[in-house]
């Protein structure tokens, strides 16, 4: 009984180890038909493992405030959108946040980075509270360049 067990755990390795190799060659010729592979050339930010991980916390939670501002706004709930775009925005706590991550990795960008996503929400809070929907989705998209701006740059 054992044995049997063994052997079709043994049958199951093998089969499933066969099918990544076919996986990953579909994935390598993928790849080179997209100009092949390429170094990772962004600046790493030297941060502690600890603070990469609240950091990257943090990042997921601005890309779930980014959504509940982009629900708010299909809803047109101009009120809702412009509060939660106002919690993103520009504030000592924030300055001295992406401060802290540009002096200890010698990166200043970094806080240029982080600051010009934070006034972008600012913004699209003022068109929020106008009641301009159109130039609040034009923030938004703005918003969403300028997140990227920064992940262009650095990596982990
Ligand atoms: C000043 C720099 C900077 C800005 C601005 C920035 N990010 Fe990031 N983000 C990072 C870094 C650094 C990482 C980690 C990348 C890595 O793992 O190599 C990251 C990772 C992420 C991740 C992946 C998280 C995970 O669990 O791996 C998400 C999602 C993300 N950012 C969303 C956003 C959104 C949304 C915004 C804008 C509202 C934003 N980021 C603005 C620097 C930035």
New binding site residues.
């Given amino acids: 009984m054992k044995r049997t067990f063994t052997v079709l755990l043994l049958a199951g390795v093998f089969a499933a180890g066969a099918s990544n190799a076919a996986d990953h060659s579909a994935i390598h010729e993928k790849m080179m038909k997209m100009g092949g592979p390429k170094p990772d050339d962004r600046v790493e ?1 030297k941060l502690p493992d600890p603070m990469k991980v609240m ?2 916390r943090m ?2 939670q ?2 779930n ?2 959504s509940e501002i982009a629900a708010a706004l299909g809803a047109n709930d101009m009120e809702k959108a412009a509060s939660i775009a106002r919690g ?1 925005g520009w504030t000592p706590e924030e300055d001295e946040r ?1 401060k802290a991550v540009s002096e200890l990795t010698g990166e200043p960008d ?1 806080l240029s ?2 600051k010009a ?1 934070h006034v972008t929400a600012d913004e699209l809070a003022a068109s929020a509270e106008a009641g301009d929907r159109d130039r609040a989705l034009m923030d938004l998209s703005r ?2 360049k ?2 990227n701006a ?2 262009e740059k ?3």
């Fill in positions: 930010l950091q990257k990042m997921r601005h890309l405030t980014v993103l992406c970094f980075f982080g996503v918003l969403v300028n997140c920064c992940h650095f990596r982990h």
